[in-house]
């Protein structure tokens, strides 16, 4: 839905919102577009922290959802939900695909400079933008995988054409003098998906991983995607992916499974990647233990389990553990929200070095959700060939 243009009352109680936090901190809310395409209605609005808007609160407000991963509380918005949030010291412009491939909603930035509305970007989730977004991660591992200075100084040109491209991704959304009204819309059925208990891994598809990931440059990471069993066995279902030092492209890894050029991460987690599904990655030079990262990446994000296969040098797996969907996992990811909040009300040292202090427990506990997987051998014969979706 185009929309043409958002309520100054809406406005106005944002900016002030964020003025009175003070300190360059974001404020959002999620936002509904009437029948006329105006966006006055509005849920609660939700303070950022240290790392920005809290995500899980932000939903948590019009999903009703506990103890869920984000794509199950985004699932459950309305069809005319918009995802608004404030910009400190910034005109509105809006440079980044992130919250549209992850929300697949209209995303509304307002621009604050000294107090006052700078300006208001819209960016819509559009076909051309994903691609855009595809092309990015692309040009990032060229560079990367480029062998001499000729090779990569060509590569970050290319990474230097397409920033400029995505000066010109967002519009500029009109202020409408209408009022706003708030908590007047209700969230759709839950979107639920089954928490899956992995319990080993082929042990082809392991070793497939690690001998990918020596094949490339030292430290970079290789992934592909394992469809569970009804016995909790995963097998491989995707291409295998090389991404960079410690990381995976996101979208890179969905196209792993299939062609997603012209589609949001929500879209392909939603509706194209089965249910039953984990993410399985390697950790070079580890041993598969994981942390706070991995966990949010994979079911705290997407709701499935996330596998790492810790090797060495040589090749040698050294471990391969997994995350899986949990309550304690989503209580601890709340507990780290409320906590990033939390720094900005400290009125003593000692307050802060408890609040870091849990902050470090936090994630050490997330830590603690590693279980280990068994390495198996199925009936399949050696020679047969894992299928691959296209």
């Not at 900016?15 to 509005?42: A, E, H, K, P, W």
């Not at 050029?261 to 879209?267: A, D, H, V």
């Not at 969907?325 to 990033?340: G, H, I, R, T």
Request: with cysteine; charged share 25%; hydrophobic share 35%.
């Amino acid at each position: 839905m185009k929309v043409k243009g958002i309520s100054r009352n809406l406005i106005d109680t944002m900016v002030s919102r964020g003025n009175q936090l003070g300190q360059g901190r974001q404020v959002g809310t999620i936002g509904f577009i009437n029948d006329n395409g105006v966006i006055d209605c509005y849920n609660q609005i939700i303070d950022g922290g240290v790392s920005g808007l809290p995500h899980r609160h932000m939903l948590q407000k019009i999903s009703h959802r506990d103890n869920a991963s984000l794509i199950e509380m985004i699932n459950s918005l309305p069809d005319n939900a918009v995802y608004i949030r404030t910009d400190p010291g910034q005109t509105g412009i809006i440079v980044s695909t992130s919250a549209i491939n992850i929300f697949n909603l209209p995303v509304v930035n307002i621009g604050v400079k000294h107090g006052q509305v700078a300006g208001i970007g819209i960016l819509y989730p559009e076909e051309k933008h994903f691609r855009l977004a595809t092309r990015s991660e692309n040009a990032q591992l060229d560079s990367l995988a480029a062998k001499d200075m000729e090779a990569e100084k060509k590569a970050l040109e290319r990474v230097t054409k397409l920033r400029l491209e995505f000066l010109n991704i967002s519009e500029e959304l009109p202020i409408i003098d209408d009022n706003a009204r708030q908590n007047c819309q209700r969230a759709k059925k839950p979107w639920v998906i089954d928490r899956q208990e992995p319990v080993s891994v082929e042990e082809s598809f392991a070793e497939e991983l690690v001998q990918k990931s020596l094949e490339v440059e030292p430290g970079r990471e290789v992934a592909a995607f394992g469809r569970i069993d009804e016995n909790g066995h995963i097998t491989r279902c995707s291409e295998i992916v090389v991404g960079g030092m410690g990381y995976i492209p996101s979208r890179l890894l969905a196209s792993s499974y299939e062609d997603i050029t012209g589609l949001s991460l929500r879209e392909f987690y939603s509706e194209k990647m089965p249910l039953d599904t984990a993410i399985v990655h390697t950790h070079p030079g580890g041993s598969g233990v994981m942390h706070m990262s991995d966990a949010m990446a994979g079911p705290g994000m997407w709701g499935r389990p996330i596998v790492a296969v810790g090797h060495d040098e040589k090749g040698d797996i050294k471990g391969v553990m997994m995350i899986k969907m949990q309550d304690k996992l989503f209580e601890l990811a709340d507990e780290n929200e409320y906590l990033e909040r939390q720094f900005f009300k400290v009125q003593k040292p000692e307050e802060e070095v408890k609040l870091r202090k849990r902050r470090y427990k936090i994630a050490q506990e997330f830590t603690d959700l590693c279980d280990q997987l068994e390495l198996k051998v199925t009936e399949k014969r050696a020679d047969e060939k894992i299928a691959v979706s296209n």
